[in-house]
């Protein structure tokens, strides 16, 4: 049997309340002060740390005041344990919130910190904050004296059950961890599939990747048909690429020179035009006897996808105006019909990526 409740029980008990409620403001506040330092450092880590602390040591220290509370009464020993019982369930709920919001926040930094367009892998975010929220049910479980083995049993059943059922879910959801884990792709990679579609990879959840091509459309990709698919990655195994753009000249022209003023409206180029590479090293390759010209290739250095358009846009621009200060002949394809008396000269189109073409027709 209990003693009777006397007024000097409830001093007793309100004082160790009113000292975790006062111990909690006074930590709530410390952390606070905490958390504006943090804010200027340059690791992220330390704000997390403390948001999590902000959280949880406020708490605790006023459920401990509770608890000393409980234990200044003249409770039976079952309401004792019934109290502390509840008490320990609401401290591993919070703690347990706290932490699933903290290792998600720590994911998301890890995520975060590559460079791209976008940087956040929300699979490893919602995955680890599921299993932080499921190991706390378990532990309030173990906690309440329920038995988790018959549980974890059923769940193993059924969770056999679901996996047949949702084959092509569990398919994607294991293939962008496969994606993810290989770092074959990662946010922020400009990529481009067999079928057509490229872009810029902004996320990789569960059960997709979402590519942001260049004209600002998302494209959604199931992960399962990205594994399976030939891929080409452009950012790796490093961002800088080099890019051929294909140039002709007259056979007249002196090729000394032509090369010489290339080489110079590259070197322009390269260190004029954002996301040139000025520590590139101009590249001319003469290759082709054509019909009517002699080709040649020029390599530029650019530093990122993206760039090689404005790039080339800049280079043949500026190669163009220079060769006709030059002198320096492009000329339009020719070709010779011997048909009958005369020859006619018929202007043809051959494609978007070349001159009009001269057919010019003999007229015996």
């Known amino acids: 049997m209990t003693r009777a409740l006397t007024v000097d029980d409830l001093v007793i008990a309100g004082i160790a309340l009113a000292a975790g409620l006062l111990a909690a403001f006074l930590l709530r506040m410390l952390l606070r002060w905490l958390g504006k330092h943090a804010d200027r450092t340059r690791w992220s880590g330390d704000d997390l740390i403390v948001d999590t602390l902000r959280t949880v040591v406020p708490w605790a220290a006023f459920l401990g005041g509770a608890a000393s509370a409980g234990a200044a009464l003249p409770l039976t020993r079952t309401v004792q344990h019934n109290v502390n019982q509840t008490l320990t369930v609401l401290l591993i709920f919070i703690v347990t919130l706290a932490a699933a919001r903290g ?18 892998a929300t699979i490893f975010v919602n995955i680890t904050r599921i299993l932080v929220l499921a190991i706390g049910f378990l532990v309030v479980l173990q906690t309440l004296g329920i038995s ?23 398919a994607n959801l294991f293939a962008g961890i496969h994606i993810l884990a290989s770092k074959t792709v990662q946010p922020g990679d400009y990529i481009r599939l067999s079928s057509g579609e490229e872009g810029y990879v902004e996320d990789i959840n569960w059960r997709q990747t979402t590519v942001r091509n260049l004209s600002n459309n998302l494209v959604v990709i199931p992960n ?31 090729l000394d020179h032509v090369e010489r003023v290339t080489n110079e409206i590259i070197a322009e180029v390269m260190t004029e035009v954002e996301g040139a590479l000025p520590h590139h090293e101009p590249i001319i390759r003469f290759h082709t006897f054509g019909d009517s010209r002699i080709g040649f290739t020029v390599i530029l250095g650019v530093g990122e996808f993206s760039d090689q358009y404005r790039i080339k846009h800049e280079f043949i621009k500026r190669l163009h105006k220079r060769y006709r200060a030059e002198g320096i002949r492009i000329p339009a394809p020719t070709r010779t019909v011997a048909i009958q008396q005369g020859t006619v000269a018929i202007p043809q189109q051959r494609g978007p990526e070349e001159a ?3 057919t010019s027709v003999r007229l015996d």
């Open 224 to 254: 399962g048909e990205l594994a399976k698919t030939n891929m080409t990655n452009f950012m790796r195994p490093e961002e800088e690429l080099t890019i051929l753009v294909q140039v002709g000249v007259a056979y007249d022209s002196d």
């Open 356 to 358: 009009d073409e001269m």
């Open 148 to 170: 988790i083995a018959p549980l974890l049993t059923a769940l193993g059943v059924g969770g056999l059950a679901v996996a047949l059922a949702l084959q092509d879910t569990l």
């Open 103 to 120: 290792v998600a926040g720590l994911m998301r930094t890890v995520t975060q910190s590559r460079p791209g367009v976008a940087g956040s």
